[in-house]
């Protein structure tokens, strides 16, 4: 009986955090390394700069005229150019 809670605990949460996962697509993330410091903290705040927009959103039941999310394609685009930097200066051995 135990083994079987178990296992539909597991099953559950692995379940909620596949969907929260799939509800995340497009999100940013951090992916610059500690020796880009300032392009890596950039990016940190991006990240959550997106997350506190999809919070309003959620606060305002997506009535937000389309313009929080317009704010977070930017906010994505924003973090890819830092990905795009730092891989620039990479190439340069900075």
């Known amino acids: 009986m135990k083994k ?3 296992i539909g605990i597991v099953l559950g949460a692995a379940s909620t955090f596949g969907c929260a996962t799939m509800a995340q697509q497009g999100a940013p993330y951090v992916d610059i390394g ?3 410091g300032n392009l890596r903290n950039a990016q940190e705040h991006i990240v959550q700069a997106w997350q506190l927009v999809s919070n309003a959103q959620v606060d305002n039941d997506s009535r ?16 890819e150019e ?4 730092a891989d620039v200066a990479n190439e340069h051995g900075r």
């Open 4 to 6: 079987a809670l178990f």
């Open 34 to 36: 500690y020796r880009h």
């Open 64 to 79: 937000l005229g389309g313009h929080a999310g317009r704010a977070k394609e930017l906010l994505s685009e924003a973090n």
């Open 82 to 85: 830092l990905r795009l930097a």
